[in-house]
């Protein structure tokens, strides 16, 4: 048995939107105008061998409507202590923007509260808050305006990182700017299936150089009211794998290079750490994901826990501590989380012993969550949630092995 360090982050994620519950942001408004369709198209996940026991689900127009989500809003309490039981000692979670300035320029003092009790209560629960500043939702306002595109974006964003920054001062020490970057451009600005369904390749450059300035403006806001936080972002890596030949290695270099590396690299002058979000393998062999796919998620996705291990080593050259964020798997049954989890911090292990500077783990995500396009019907949560009652239940079998395992080591 090899124990990680006695400083080692062990912790699960959530994001605001996906848990509270009751937010009024551009996602919320975007659900409702496109519920019925996406319930239509819910038959391209028929291929899928979970589909047989999500298809009533996945058909029906109110899975695809957050609303109250899993209440995580209110009864972020019951979920803490489950957290705590579990033997999590870190927990990254989301501020909604949309709670906190409701108009431009107008900060609601009881949500900002709100917040502010939540951290105490995982201080209280011996359990390090990470704070994300953005995941993905806008207050409608600025949404209204032109959201990311917007050229004020950057500067609201600066101004909004500043507002959090002086009411967490003394309370956190661990921020996350901006959560994956690169898939809210792809899909919002590029591929057009998430609002505000952009298309093309210049709204999508445009998206992300807007969410590097952004990036740096809120680092410096914080450490200007902070000086001893620890900034860094949330990024989507997959592990490209290359097959034999040149021709493959040049695929696998380039891929690299514009999608793992593309937003890090720009932003390498002003983050303290990297954060990745680890969840897909990438076989290049004339062409891509030419994976084996061996093992599979309830939503089709490969799963390859092995393939961390060599990510993490390749992210070296940044000579900077590194988090791994978000790593998790749809997987309702609770058959391959335990099995995931173990390959997952092995290579973690393994990418540490061979000198990557590794100081935490994130599991997604805590509870049962609302997967924004997909719905409730994808369960990634270390505990379940009844749609019915929203009454909690710890998935026995993964949750005991992650608490071996930070008990014991691996």
């Not at 957290?83 to 609601?108: C, H, L, T």
């Not at 990634?380 to 005991?400: N, P, Q, T, V, Y």
């Amino acid at each position: 048995m090899k124990k990680f360090p006695d400083n080692f982050y062990f912790g699960a994620s959530t994001s605001s939107h996906q848990v509270e519950g009751s937010c009024h942001n551009d996602w919320s408004e975007w659900e409702k105008r496109n519920a019925k369709r996406l319930a239509k198209e819910s038959r391209k996940f028929s291929y899928l061998d979970s589909w047989t026991r999500i298809m009533h689900e996945a058909a029906s127009p109110e899975n695809y409507i957050s609303g109250i989500a899993a209440d995580h809003y209110t009864r972020y309490h019951e979920d803490f202590d489950i957290a705590q039981k579990i033997g999590i000692n870190a927990y990254r979670f989301s501020i909604e923007w949309s709670r906190i300035e409701p108009m431009r320029g107008v900060w609601d003092p009881d949500e900002l509260n709100h917040y502010t009790k939540m951290i105490a209560a995982l201080r209280e629960r011996n359990i390090e808050p990470f704070v994300t500043l953005w995941h993905w939702t806008l207050p409608l306002w600025l949404s209204e305006a032109g959201g990311v595109s917007n050229p004020e974006f950057p500067e609201l964003f600066g101004k909004y990182a500043a507002k959090l920054a002086e009411e967490f001062s003394g309370q956190v020490k661990f921020f996350i700017t901006i959560n994956e970057p690169e898939i809210y451009s792809l899909n919002s600005y590029l591929r057009g299936i998430w609002p505000p369904q952009k298309k093309g390749i210049l709204s999508y450059l445009t998206c992300m150089g807007s969410l590097v300035e952004s990036h740096n403006n809120a680092y410096d806001e914080i450490k200007r009211r902070i000086p001893d936080s620890m900034i860094g972002a949330a990024c989507n890596m997959s592990y490209f794998e290359s097959g034999k030949g040149f021709i493959n290695k040049i695929i696998t270099a380039l891929s690299v290079k514009l999608w793992n590396r593309y937003f890090t690299n720009r932003v390498k002058s002003r983050i303290d750490y990297v954060g990745v979000n680890y969840y897909f393998h990438n076989r290049i062999n004339y062409g891509f994901s030419k994976n084996e796919n061996r093992s599979v998620s309830d939503l089709g996705w490969e799963l390859y826990p092995h393939g961390l291990e060599y990510l993490l080593e390749s992210l070296a050259v940044y000579n900077l501590p590194v988090y791994i964020t978000e790593n998790g798997l749809a997987d309702a049954s609770d058959e391959k989380r335990a099995w995931f989890i173990e390959v997952s911090l092995r290579s973690v292990m393994r990418a540490m012993e061979n000198g990557v500077d590794v100081r935490g783990y994130f599991h997604w995500s805590l509870i049962d969550n609302f997967e924004w396009d997909k719905g409730f019907w994808p369960r990634f949560g270390l505990i379940s949630i009844d749609r019915k009652d929203l009454s909690r239940r710890i998935r026995i079998e993964s949750c005991d092995r992650y608490r071996e395992i930070i008990e014991k080591g691996i």
